[in-house]
């Protein structure tokens, strides 16, 4: 947003680890212990519905989150049409419904 | 007939018991005052965590054989053909031995880590090499190591590997493998600790290694990220404060480490340039040594009567060094007998 | 943090630098927001270390903003470099030593660029001839001035009537170094301590006193950046690595910075006054900014210079929180008053950071 200054000042990229709440994260790993094993090979995204025709990126989401930056996740993930492709795609058995669901409920309790 | 073979770590030591199991005399060269290599720095071994020194003691008791010589504290300085098919190794000591083939055992050196400046190894308190963690698990120290035990630690792959900065293009293969491994100990003595292995792309080869992987991503709880350390720096508290990008989320990813472990990959032993130099042994851009055929001609080399065994052609986990050292035993057998006298 | 190890590297990046008989070139930048920078170290280096420095009026910019940024094509800026050179060895001297980092990383990669394509330098023999008559010799060595200090530091520290002490306590005074990345981040083997330790500035800390500190974004650039500083909406992102830096090194509570670059003295001056009026934020001591130095004005003032006299009233972070530490007397009252004693008006004052009025 320009200022009187003509400019302001760039807000900072980068995950910053330390920083991000990590309860998410923690959570997310006990209520859905396979989402552990993601490799991040993108079978998830290639398959699915919702991908093929907006922005939504499920593989990058849930690992958004493991780095605790919840954001584009909470934008994104009503674009889930919980087809269930990706729970058959992927090569490490990663409930990606369980996975899914959980991260909605997880937003929803946030938001109240 | 004698054999000499120059290095008494895993490759030579293996290749000695079975050469002289079929009925040769061996003399093994070893620069260091016991056998065992780069093996007496390790403390479990992947994937069974089967005790490094258990197996050194294996190999060193195997050598009990009337047909071996053990020479130690001794280095191999030059190989000399002294008459066709004869060679004369001469030693540090000033002892000439003689042989019918010469096995190069010369196996591996680790990287040197304070060749990357930029990970601060030797200027940073926390900040501490692969082997050196091998060390604190054999004595139990890591707990204690800072005072109080580290509450989030990253591994830092392919230190030394894949980097054209330090004239290393290879893959080390074995260091992805060895941070898993290391992952889980680390996990079994805190379990309350934060861990992150950085790594560009991740090289489960062998048997039992992808399996080992995913374990420790879902029931050691070991956290996995893509992507290169760019740098790392001190922070006022000691601790360290490494940048990465997180190539599969795509952004650029900051966080603080109480302990930072460098992945320290391989490079060619400096003696086996030296000495596969003094017989006009060619060797691969890499410093290791260059087999006669990638495929066919492993363990032999473009010069008739000098063999390899080990991780002096290439980096090699113990598995398969062992295996090319009975592989290699088998070979100078067969030059020996002069079934295959190759040119 | 090891120093055994960091002087380990520093052994590595050491580099020949011509003991006298300099060419200087000076800076634009440094001329513009410096103006007592380039005389104290003429001064100091003609006057107290009875250094040869010779200067040409006909000396002229390297191009750097303008090749930086696109607009001068590389051929011109060599062709312009070369003549800088030619009047290097038409004042009979072989010593090269530019002001301004962006000229020494030009001067730098220009005689790598010609070390590699000899048909290059050629060319630009010829540009030069064609347009000027004049020929040049490449010069025998290349320093930057900040490496000409460092060569002298124990000289100067020897000369030097102040430390880097705080008077009141004998604590070392506590100084942040700025290395401009041109300096040693494109060709690390070319600055003192290479390109993650440098040593060009904490070894003038050390050699007087002070305490140097090594923070997580040390090495990370000022923003200057050419192109994003010039395009004013571009600015955000300049003035967010200055940020970044602040921010890393404000929990080592320097007492000042001291920077090689006449760019980054300059942004991490005013980029203080900046964020200060845009967030409300100072990083000093006190609601007071951290003092920043050209390297020239350190060496100065721990030589005793006078503080108006090197020009410290040009900088927007006030100086004199510095100056009561390290035991240096200066006339308040004269801070405003040009060389003939006229009042020059004083600065209006920031809405947040301290200042001394």
Redesign the interface.
Known sequence: MPTLWGYSISAARSIDYDKNDQSFLRRLAHSCPSSKLCIGCGGCTAACSAGNLTEFNIRQLQMLVKRGETRETAEQLHKCMLCGKCLLVCPRGVDTRKMILSMKRFLREHDQ | MNIVIIGGGPAGSEAAYRLAGEGYTVDLVEKENSIGGNLNNWHQLFPDRKSAAGLVKELQQRLNHPGITLHIDAEAREIAESAPGKFAVKLSNKTVLHGSAVLLATGYKVFDA?RK??Y??????RVITSAELENLFTNRALATLYGEAPKRIGFIHCVGSRDEKICNYHCSKLCCVTAVKQAIEVREMLPEVEIFCFYMD?RMFGPGYEEMY?EA??RY?I??I?GRLS?A????HGQV?V?VE?T?????????LDLMVLMVGMEAADGSGKLAGSVQVPLYPNGFIRPADPHTGTNLTARPGIFTAGSCTSPMNLTDTLTDARSAAWQIKKWLTGSDKHA | MELTGKERIWQEYQKEIAGDNYFYARSCIRQTFFPGSEWAYLDILRNKLDKRVTEDPKHTTCTGIGYHTDVVPAETTMTVVARHFALMTEAGCENITPSCITSFGLYTEILDTWEHHPEIEEKIREFLWKATKREFKKPANLAHTSDIIYKFRNEIAALAPHRLRDVHTGRPLRGVDHIGCHYAKMFPAKGIGGAEFPAVLSGLIQAWGGESVDYPERRHCCGFGFRNYLVMANRGFSVANSKKKFESMQAYEPDFIVANCPGCAMFLDKWQYTLSEMEGVTYGQHGFGIPVFTYEELTALVLGYDPWEIGLQMHQVAVEPFLDKIGIAYDPEAKYLNSRGESMGRPACPTYMKVIK
Request: hydrophobic share 30%; charged share 45%.
């Open positions: 304070k400046e930029e601060g190894y030797g200027i940073y308190k991740m995913r991503q879902e709880d956290k996995f893509r740098e720096a001190e922070n006022i404060v940048k997180d599969l989320v795509g952004k650029p990813l900051r966080m603080t």
